[in-house]
């Protein structure tokens, strides 16, 4: 992209800002090769909503690294290769993948998704009422909160953990294991394999240790369920702990640039605060407008695919930019602005088709009770720096801000 006026993608300044960079891709190289940093490796960029959308059911695209080159596999790109969360749900295709599908259906429930809300309520009010208190013995009326790390984290963490049901002892390595998986930086790739791995081992031995005493949670409907659905146990273990990684990392995320957006937006949180229905249109809207999850997951081409004229090989890696997808004006009208009264609500932030996120009625969940808490606890909230110090992660594929301090008011 040396011709770009904009950020490269995986650079800092692109995890700071990759909008421009999107658009600059959707309107001069929709379909554009770039090189994965401390590898050589070569990823396609999908930035279009059209061919996004469509790359998500082409049954010539694969999401298993089987497909991927030689090169790519030595990188050490895919975590879990050759290991037990290497074929999880979201890294195999049909007919395994059918399998799969079919242990999710028989385990998220919309009945079991109804009790989760209880959950995520008692665990948001429980954290809300804590941090409360230490507002009110607080002599300095304008300290300020991390609310990501007095709240969205634990709150993502223990929403997770308890719905899988692990216990509240192992709930630090999780979290210490999940900032490793997600770096984009190549010096920690091996940390993050050795991370991927050490969370696989983890999570073989907690199904075996619940397999004894099963619960009424998650992994204990997710053991009941795949013996009748044929799974392997290094199936079942890639299942949960995709789960876990995934349930908190993408939430936290949405937590923070939920409440950042809102900010950014007076308008829109001042209609929020007189009319708390309108919870379920925030919730679709920032997921639209600055969602958690950035591209898909890597994808494979398992021949040659022609894209926009533009032939992309047999076995090459490529990206599908679900953040840029949701900011294309050739399919939303006016992209860049926040609407909570937006007609259009069917954004890609959750995927498309067979991989699209099964735990995406839980996010949805945790984003709309924890913001409206939020809102509900404090009549007011402020930036307690700054806008433009709020950093990102460097993460790929996941977005959100480093730390949120903010200035509230009961």
């Known amino acids: 992209m040396s011709e770009s006026p904009v950020a490269a993608p995986f650079t800092a300044p692109y995890f700071q800002n990759p909008h421009p960079t999107y658009e600059w891709l959707r309107d001069h190289h929709p379909v554009h090769p770039v090189t994965v940093p401390g590898t050589g490796v070569r990823v396609w960029l999908i930035s279009r909503h059209d061919d996004v959308r469509a790359a998500f059911t082409d049954e010539r695209i694969s999401n298993d690294a089987r497909w991927a080159t030689e090169r790519f596999r030595k990188a050490g790109l895919v975590l879990g290769a050759g290991g037990d969360i290497d074929r999880s749900m979201s890294t195999v295709d049909p007919p395994e993948h059918t399998r799969y599908r079919k242990l999710a259906a028989s385990t998220f429930t919309a009945a079991r998704v109804r009790r989760w809300e209880h959950i995520v309520q008692e665990i948001v009010d429980d954290l809300l009422d804590d941090l409360l208190d230490d507002l009110s013995g607080d002599p300095r009326p304008e300290a300020a909160v991390d609310l990501l790390d007095r709240f969205a984290t634990p709150m993502a963490v223990s929403v997770i953990c308890e719905v899988m049901g692990i216990p509240s002892a192992d709930r630090k390595s999780l979290r210490e294991w999940g900032d490793v998986i997600f770096t984009a930086d190549p010096a920690r790739r091996g940390e993050a394999v050795d991370a991927a791995a050490a969370l696989a081992g983890y999570m073989r031995e907690l199904i075996a240790a619940k397999r004894k005493r099963l619960s009424p949670d998650l992994m204990s409907a997710l053991i009941l369920a795949h013996d009748g659905e044929g799974l392997t146990e290094t199936e079942l273990v890639a299942s949960c702990a995709g789960l876990v990684i995934a349930g908190y990392e993408t939430t936290i995320g949405l937590t923070g640039t939920a409440v950042l957006t809102l900010l950014d937006n007076p308008g829109a949180l001042r209609e929020l605060r007189d009319d708390p229905s309108l919870a379920g249109a925030m919730v679709d809207e920032v997921l639209r407008y600055d969602g958690a999850a950035t591209t898909s997951l890597w994808r494979f081409a398992k021949e040659d695919i022609e894209i ?15 953040g840029s997808a949701n900011r294309d004006p050739r399919r939303f009208a006016d992209p860049d602005t926040f609407d909570l009264h937006r007609a259009d609500k069917q954004s890609l932030a959750f995927g ?59």
């Open 308 to 322: 926009r004229g533009t032939t992309i090989p047999a076995h090459d890696a490529m990206f599908l930019l679900i």
């Open 352 to 410: 498309h088709g067979i991989h699209r996120c099964v735990g995406a009625a839980l996010g949805r969940l945790e984003l709309r009770v924890s913001v409206a808490a939020v809102l509900e606890r404090f009549s007011g909230i402020e930036l307690a720096v700054d806008r433009s110090e709020i950093r990102y992660k460097p993460l790929v594929g996941i977005r959100g801000p480093m730390s949120l301090p903010l200035i509230l008011r009961p």
